[in-house]
């Protein structure tokens, strides 16, 4: 991982220049090769932003015992795709929107919320992906104001912005019985036109260079087949989540098609986490279709990490690295190392048109 110098040169020009609010005489000129990453999602991708939702995140251990030996709001046991990237690309790993004293946002901002869907009423309370756009907004004024109007429309211009979000959003309505096919075609457009809109909002700032991660295998997830005891992956979240990422697809050819300059790398994560999941021993890993902390059928249940009075609550693997599941629906830290990987520089039936090493080093 780089770390940033707290006494490098240009971290005390920005701190000064932002803190005294000097005039543009006193900003930093970032290096011409700089990239930032601005990451949008759920928990999959969230670094830490439910912390700070009135005490919402996984603050507690288990979670963060791989690697940082401290949990850190992260729902794995270690690092998360955000992480890995970051560090193929060189730079730290991107902080969360809602961390205090978090101000300089030159190398990116995490805007992930666990929890969050597309649409607002899927989880209240968490940041839905409007907001999260919303406090994008605020950072394009902070930017502006740190590095004035042109450098900071290059800085958005050059940088990455990462999504993964949808499966909460499916999740939800897998759970209602009354939701009837002709409604979950009208939900997924919504989901989509939402999706779409706030590509478009980016682009406006001047974003050209978008990643995604198509929506995961939620039928295979250890948490919905606990509520079935099913063995094998559940039909009806499969078809709606492949419905999902076909169309996905299609809306992201149409807008290469309509804005210029529009890039995009689009990551099979479901294909890729499904192959896992069905054929663990093929990747490393000795256990795919349970999870490696919870209670009940598969450990599917969310009680990783909680306790009952005096009485552990749930079961720990004493070897996380040794599953593709850490938890009900969250990867380990070392089956998100074999998705990150494959995300960053993928063959092109997994990641494609483009992958994230060529956004990052595209000018």
Not at 107 to 125: C, D, K, M, Q, R
Request: net charge positive; with cysteine.
């Amino acid at each position: 991982m780089l770390h940033v110098d707290s006494f490098s040169p240009l971290f005390l020009t920005l701190s000064f220049c932002t803190i005294l609010l000097l005039p543009p005489s006193c900003r930093a000129e970032l290096p011409e090769n700089h990239v930032a990453f601005f990451i949008f999602g759920d928990s999959l991708l969230d670094a830490g932003n439910n912390i700070y939702l009135n005490g919402s995140g996984t603050n507690y251990l288990p979670y963060g015992e791989t690697f940082f030996k401290r949990p850190t709001g992260r729902v794995c046991d270690g690092r998360i795709v955000p992480d890995f990237i970051s560090e193929y690309a060189k730079l730290p790993y991107i902080k969360p929107y809602l961390e205090p004293r978090f101000t300089d946002h030159t190398n990116g901002v995490n805007f992930a919320s666990a929890g969050a869907g597309v649409l607002p009423e899927t989880h209240p309370g968490t940041l839905y992906l409007k907001l999260q756009l919303n406090y994008f907004e605020e950072v394009v004024k902070g930017l502006k104001q740190q590095l004035g109007d042109g450098d900071a429309r290059k800085l958005l211009s050059k940088a990455v912005y990462l999504f993964s979000i949808g499966g909460n959003d499916y999740n939800a309505i897998q759970n209602n019985p009354k939701a009837a096919a002709s409604f979950r075609k009208m939900y997924m457009t919504m989901v989509l036109g939402n999706i779409t809109a706030g590509i478009k909002q980016l682009y406006a700032h001047g974003g050209r260079k978008f990643a995604f991660q198509n929506v995961g295998p939620i039928g295979c997830m250890p948490g919905t087949r606990a509520s079935s005891g099913s063995e094998g992956c559940l039909h009806d979240p499969t078809v709606i989540t492949k419905m999902h990422n076909i169309a996905l697809s299609r809306v992201l050819k149409r807008m290469e098609q309509g804005l210029p300059g529009f890039k995009y790398a689009l990551f099979d994560y479901y294909t890729s986490l499904t192959m896992r999941t069905l054929y663990s021993s093929k990747f490393g890993f000795k256990v795919g279709m349970s999870a490696c902390c919870g209670s009940g059928p598969f450990n599917g249940q969310f009680t990783c990490g909680k306790k009952n009075g005096t009485t552990s609550s749930y079961t720990l693997c004493s070897d996380p690295s040794e599953y593709v599941w850490f938890d009900a629906a969250h990867p380990t830290e070392t089956a998100n190392r074999q998705l990150a990987s494959l995300l960053w520089d993928g063959p092109s039936h997994t990641v494609g048109p483009y992958n994230m090493k060529m956004l990052f080093e595209m000018s």
